[in-house]
C-alpha cells in the first residue's frame, strides 16, 4: 500500500510538471507569433487598448515678424494613442490667440474622453463644433477664427482631421505626401479651373486666392474634414504645420533636416531656426509638430 501511495503522489507531481511544461511553450509561442500588418480594414481587430505608441514626438515654434503669437499646440498621450493639434489664429482678425487657445484646449480636453478608437472620427466632429460655438461666443459678433489640424497616432493609423490651411504632411522615403487639402478660395477656384469654369488665367490671378473658405470661429462653419486613417510604416515621419512654416521653407530644405536622422525634437527646432535666420520681413507666425515612428 505504501509504494502505491507512493507512486501516486509521484504521477501528480509529474502531470503537474508536465502542465507547467506546456503552459511556458503556449506563452513562448504567443510571445513570438509574427506581427499583422495594420490595415484600415482591420485595426479595429488588432487595436489593443493597454499598448501606447512608442513614436517620438518633438515641436517649435516662433512669433515671426508678428506682434503677437496666434498659433497655439499641445500634444497628449494615452491608452487610444498620441494626439497632435495645431491652431493658427487667422492673422489679420482680432482675437487670433482666443480662438486657436482655445481650440486646441477643447480638442485636448475631450481627446481626454475618448476610451475606443472607434469613437474617434466623434471625437474629430464634436470638438470642432464645441470649439466653433464657443469661440463665437466669445467674439460676439466681432471677426476672427483659427485654422486647426489635428493627428492621432494609433495602432499604426494615422487618423487625422483639419480645417483652414495647416497642413499635415506625411513624409516616408524621401517625398512629402500632403496629408489634408487646404480650405482656401485657392482649391475652390482650381475646381472650378478642371471642371471648365474659369479660365486658367482667372484661377491663378484671383486676388483672393489665399482667402480661407472653412475655419473656426466662422458662422457658416458645419463640418471639418476628417479622412481615412492611414496605414503608417516604420520610419514614416508626420509634420503638422501651420502656413509660416510650408510658406518659409521648401521642400528641399524641409527635406535636408528629415534626412539628417534627427530626433524629432532637433529636426523641429533646426525648421523654426532656419525659418529665423531667413527673417522675412513679413514672415507669419510658425509652428511645427514632428512624429516620428519607430
Not at 503677437?68 to 494626439?83: L, W
Not at 477656384?189 to 486676388?207: R, V
Not at 529636426?267 to 519607430?294: C, F, G, P, W
Amino acid at each position: 500500500m505504501e509504494d502505491l501511495s507512493f507512486f501516486e503522489s509521484y504521477g501528480i507531481v509529474a502531470a503537474a510538471l508536465i502542465t507547467v511544461a506546456v503552459l511556458l511553450v503556449m506563452r513562448q509561442k504567443l510571445r513570438t507569433s509574427p506581427a499583422v500588418e495594420t490595415t484600415p480594414e482591420n485595426s479595429e481587430l488588432l487595436y489593443i487598448p493597454d499598448i501606447i505608441e512608442t513614436n517620438k514626438i518633438g515641436n517649435a515654434q516662433t512669433i515671426g515678424k508678428r506682434e503677437e503669437q496666434d498659433d497655439y499646440f499641445s500634444s497628449s498621450t494615452t491608452k487610444i494613442g498620441t494626439m497632435a493639434v495645431i491652431a493658427d489664429g487667422i492673422s489679420g482678425l482680432s482675437h487670433g490667440r482666443m480662438a486657436s487657445t482655445l481650440a486646441v484646449t477643447v480638442f485636448s480636453r475631450e481627446y481626454l474622453k475618448v476610451d475606443d478608437l472607434a469613437d474617434i472620427p466623434e471625437y474629430f466632429h464634436k470638438a470642432a463644433l464645441i470649439s466653433n460655438r464657443a469661440i463665437l461666443e466669445q467674439l460676439g459678433g466681432e471677426t476672427g477664427g483659427t485654422t486647426l489640424v489635428v493627428g492621432i497616432v494609433s495602432g499604426g493609423l494615422l487618423h487625422w482631421a483639419a480645417v483652414g490651411d495647416s497642413m499635415i504632411i506625411l513624409f516616408r522615403d524621401g517625398e512629402f505626401i500632403p496629408i489634408n487639402s487646404k480650405h482656401t478660395l485657392e482649391t475652390v477656384l482650381e475646381e472650378k479651373y478642371l471642371s471648365g469654369e474659369i479660365s486658367k488665367e482667372e484661377a491663378k490671378e484671383n486676388p483672393n486666392r489665399n482667402q480661407l473658405v472653412n475655419y473656426l470661429g466662422y458662422g457658416g462653419f458645419k463640418s471639418m474634414e476628417v479622412g481615412d486613417p492611414v496605414s503608417l510604416q516604420a520610419n514614416d515621419t508626420i509634420i503638422l504645420c501651420s502656413d509660416g512654416v510650408y510658406d518659409a521653407l521648401t521642400e528641399v530644405e524641409m527635406e535636408q533636416i528629415l534626412m539628417r536622422g534627427l530626433p524629432p525634437q532637433d529636426a523641429a527646432e533646426e525648421m523654426i531656426s532656419l525659418i529665423e535666420r531667413k527673417s522675412y520681413k513679413h514672415q507669419d507666425n510658425a509652428t511645427v509638430i514632428i512624429l516620428q515612428m519607430d
